[in-house]
């Protein structure tokens, strides 16, 4: 089955987060029909691909189709409403533009689909301890700062980032929006919001 260009087809075999285990592993139902926006999953699983990608669209990357039928993604959370809800035999599917996956799992292994990145945050306490960060940096309270742990590819004509998974990485605050995968919180954003690399082997503390 192929879909329309940009256009990935995902089911979502959980579509709200309503659940929470407590200690003694007991679980609580939430009644999600209060803000469900707040609640919806971001995860699903490819049932279909789009047939081709916009090569003008700035989103697509390096243009290259990354996603296979049955991969679980990751994916905005706008995409689970019933704008975007199809039925297909009596079964739900949901549609969304492939530049708004934001990473798959195939075989066991995390991957991000076109430019996007995960970045950990980094606690307050330990934020600045042994950072050293350009002037310009220090006195802008938009700048913030984490951990890379997942990248992608650039976009089309971009050069690759000089910047591995593992670095800390400096962004400006309104670049990023939170996500939770696999259990953990990240800021995702596109790798042109990366500004610098902070360079643990010259660092010293301030605040």
């Known amino acids: 089955m192929k879909t329309p260009r940009d256009i990935v087809l995902i089911s979502a075999p959980q579509k709200y987060n309503d659940r929470i285990e407590i200690q003694g592993g007991k679980v609580l139902y ?17 049932e279909a691909v789009p047939q081709q990608l916009t090569p003008s669209h700035y989103a697509n990357g390096n243009l290259e189709m990354e996603l296979q039928v049955g991969d679980e993604v990751y994916f905005h959370f706008l995409t689970i409403s019933d704008e975007n809800l199809v039925l297909i035999e009596g079964k739900e599917y949901y549609k969304v533009e492939y530049y708004n996956v934001f990473a798959y799992k ?36 938009n700048w913030d700062i984490g951990k890379l742990r997942h990248i992608g590819t650039p976009e089309k004509g971009d050069d690759v980032l000089t910047v591995d998974v593992g670095e800390y990485v400096l962004f400006t605050k309104n670049s990023k929006f939170e996500n939770e995968v696999e259990g953990e919180v990240f800021y995702t954003m596109h790798q042109n919001d990366l500004t610098a690399v902070v360079d643990e082997s010259a660092l010293s503390e301030f605040e």
């Open 106 to 141: 195939r075989d066991g292994v995390m991957k991000m689909t076109g430019a996007w990145v995960f970045v950990e945050p980094v606690k307050k306490q330990e934020k600045w301890s042994g950072l050293i960060v350009p002037d310009a940096y220090k006195q802008n309270t």
């Open 30 to 46: 939430l009644d999600t029909s209060y803000k469900p926006q707040h609640h919806v999953s971001i995860k699903g699983i490819v």
